[in-house]
């Protein structure tokens, strides 16, 4: 049963975060916002009892009032906000939209504050990388500064609470929301988790960690699919990027759309209420995610919203997210006696306890006079630039194209994605003085020389590139230009929650125009901006260079003319592999050998017959304008107990012309244990500065706690033997040294 192997789960609480180097860190805000987070002690005690105190006040519908989450839109009734009958709002922007509702809360009988939601996923006004951009950074101290000004934007509009960030795992590119998560890695994953709850909770918003748990794993890459989760694996890879955010503070969480193992999320106890709120001590509350709880139907657990909402409150669901189905029907419920008043009364009690660890009874309302000016600050833009340039992953540069030539005299920039209409007129009915967004031809002219001239051809109607324009100009002012630039990608419908595909090329009609480019035999810059990574097999075989993005956000088109020219050394590793051929996936970095493992090809070894088994671009991999070398590995002592540590160093030199800013990766394997263990597995990464020429030592400390595994029964187990330890610059590193796991 899962809430018995819901066991100790001591890996989960041990992610341990990397070193922050000097190069990482950011300089702190020039004006401080209102951090957010648990209260203790005395404090959390006399919320407690001011909890008490009020609901002793309520109805039973003031209380089931509290559980009911509505949004901005035709259907949304003001009324039951008078009312008390509404706990929480969503997808209000406009700040004096949230006034009038804040101020629609002093009508009720108990004045019971709002939660006011968003989906902030990456940026608010100012917009940075998707998450999957922002983890491809390798810079956690960027990342949270990042979370932080999305969070402080918000706030300053009413927002006090966002639906992020996603930490679902996911091996499947063709899952459209993987541009939500930080990739396929569960350690990368899970700093990224912390990292991003505390920026976003120091910036004045509670949030919101999802989906749980294993939305991720969709067969085949389908959104909102079943989920199948060994439970060695649910423990080892699923949860604990949850439990790194919920350890950082996340004040509540969202179930998944999906069945787990059978079960749907929205109505399974043994995660909800047994491991989190039994096993892991969670406070908080948890959301249902858009209408899932009357979906409990449709997934054929509930023969009607009535006994759907009673299915979903009693396993752990506290609000409802845009499903009418508590407001509804959960008071009728109770007066039945199939929903006890205590399950009721918890459940707003943990709504409500949300609420004053908020500050939000003794905050005053939205000033929407006030919001402009926190918006698009030098400060944001400035991390937006930031993370935009060090998101961006140099995947291949043949010859050293890259940086622009002084010898390059014209550039064709070709693709609307590089200059998208809705970005050159931007309009903005909020009034949150929203910025134009430097196109990519503007940004590439103010940073090359005065006699380069830069040409541009949309070549699409829109950026996605689903029809052409004027295919023939753009072809024609490439074949005029020494270099193309062909900026590319996913955009439009093609990437995002409900945009799962089943083929990763290049969308529409954009892979011929490329063909068309590199049949002029001009030089050809291939740059991405994509939401998952794609397969760019035939593109890796025929232009000269690839710059990949996940959607740069407000600077990223300025970031990708920083790096193209030069100002910029590209720093950017893979956070999830590339595969070659759809036909590869699940492809991952961390897999576990076999009992016929690659040699030599041969027939019945475990191989593809018609494509290689390696990634195009695998795990942690991204070139630089300099050269790293990696020398010296070694342990501090050859052995350590279950229980102790190792300091593990290695000598790191710039071995190229530029200062350049390298991912150090650490990579652990157990050759022999009682389970199939991964080939290799991230424990720990570093990413410093280093001047050309420069050597220097960088250093973990590796503990022997963190080097186990869970069983099928959910125990966590760390085993003696032999542990080989990897360092370099990507999964594929073969810089090695050991050390001697031991019991004593």
Not at 44 to 60: G, S
Not at 362 to 370: I, N
Not at 654 to 667: F, I, K, S, T
């Amino acid at each position: 049963m899962i809430s018995r192997l819901a066991a100790p789960l001591l890996a989960l609480g041990l992610v341990l975060p990397v070193a922050t180097t000097t190069a990482q860190a950011q300089a702190a805000p020039s004006a401080a916002a209102t951090p957010v987070a648990w209260k203790t002690g005395r404090e959390a005690a006399a919320i407690e009892r001011r909890i008490d105190a009020l609901l002793a006040k309520m109805t039973l519908e003031e209380k089931v009032g509290q559980l009911h989450l509505s949004g901005r839109g035709d259907g949304f009734d003001i009324a039951q906000v008078k009312a008390g009958r509404m706990g929480a709002v969503m997808n209000f922007v406009v700040p004096a939209e949230v006034l009038a509702v804040q101020k629609a809360v002093r009508e009720s009988r108990l004045k019971i504050p709002l939660i006011i939601g968003l989906d902030a996923v990456h940026g608010f006004s100012t917009y940075f990388p998707l998450p999957l951009g922002q983890a491809a950074s390798w810079n956690p101290a960027l990342i949270e500064q990042a979370a932080y000004w999305t969070g402080r934007e918000a706030a300053a509009a009413g927002i006090n609470w966002t639906f992020a960030p996603m930490v679902d795992m996911s091996r499947d590119p063709r899952w459209g929301r993987v541009l939500e998560g930080a990739g396929e890695d569960v350690h990368l994953a899970s700093v990224v988790a912390a990292a991003r709850t505390r920026g976003y909770q120091r910036g004045g918003v509670a949030t919101s960690v999802k989906h749980f748990v294993g939305y991720g794993a969709g067969e085949a890459g389908r959104d909102y699919n079943s989920t199948w989760i060994p439970t060695s694996q649910l423990f080892d890879l699923h949860l604990p990027p949850f439990k790194a955010s919920f350890d950082a503070g996340s004040m509540t969480a969202m179930a998944a759309f999906n069945a787990l193992n059978g079960m749907p999320a929205t109505a399974h106890r043994g995660m909800l209420t047994d491991l989190l709120r039994g096993q892991w001590g969670f406070r908080g509350f948890v959301t249902s995610d858009f209408g899932s709880i009357t979906e409990l139907r449709l997934h054929g657990i509930a023969m009607d919203d009535a006994e759907a909402a009673r299915k979903a409150l009693l396993a752990g669901i506290d609000m409802d997210m845009m499903g009418d189905v508590y407001h509804k029907h959960l008071a009728a419920e109770v007066r039945a006696g199939r929903v006890p008043v205590k399950a009721l009364d918890e459940a707003a009690r943990r709504v409500l306890r949300v609420k004053f660890h908020l500050g939000l009874f003794d905050k005053p309302d939205v000033d929407p006079a006030a919001a402009p000016a926190m918006m698009q600050t030098q400060g944001a833009r400035d991390v937006a630039l930031r993370a935009a340039q060090e998101g961006a992953m140099l995947l291949k540069n043949a010859g050293d194209i890259l940086p622009i030539r002084p010898s390059v005299k014209s550039v064709a920039v070709i693709g609307a994605m590089a200059r998208p209409e809705d970005e050159r007129v931007w309009t903005d009915p909020a009034g949150l003085g929203r910025r134009v967004v430097q196109p990519l031809p503007e940004a590439l002219k103010e940073r090359l020389p005065a006699d380069v001239a830069v040409t541009y051809e949309p070549a699409f109607t829109k950026a996605c590139g689903t029809e052409f324009a004027d295919r023939e100009a753009a072809i024609r002012a490439a074949a005029a230009s020494d270099l193309i630039i062909a900026m590319l990608g996913e955009d439009c419908e093609f990437m995002g929650e409900g945009a799962s595909r089943t083929r990763l090329d290049l969308p529409g009609v954009q892979q011929p125009l490329l063909e068309a480019l590199v049949a002029t035999g001009k030089p050809v810059v291939l740059v991405l901006a994509t939401g998952r990574p794609l397969v760019l097999t035939w593109a890796d075989a025929h232009v000269a260079a690839i710059l990949q993005t996940f959607h740069g956000g407000t600077e990223g088109r300025t970031a990708i003319a920083d790096i193209l020219t030069g100002k910029v050394n590209p720093s950017g590793r893979v956070p999830m592999s590339f595969p070659r051929s759809v036909g590869q996936i699940p492809v991952y970095y961390d897999h576990l050998p076999t009992g016929r493992p690659q040699k030599i090809r041969q027939r019945y070894e475990s191989i593809f017959i018609d494509e290689a088994n390696e990634p195009l671009y695998p795990f942690g991999h991204g070139l630089s304008y300099t050269r790293f070398t990696y020398a010296n590995a070694r342990v501090s002592k050859p052995s350590m107990r279950l229980g102790g540590s190792v300091e593990v160093s290695v000598d790191v030199t710039n071995a190229g012309p530029r200062d350049g800013q390298e991912v150090v990766q650490l990579y652990v394997r157990q050759p022999v244990a009682s389970r199939s263990r991964p080939v290799r597995q991230l424990k720990a990464f570093d990413k410093p500065m280093l001047r050309a020429g420069e050597t220097r030592t960088v250093t973990f400390r590796l503990e022997g706690s963190r080097l186990g595994a869970h069983d099928d029964a959910g125990r966590y187990v760390v085993e003696p033997g032999l542990v080989e330890i990897y360092l370099g610059g990507s999964s594929q590193t073969s810089v090695m040294t050991q050390v001697m796991l031991t019991k004593s």
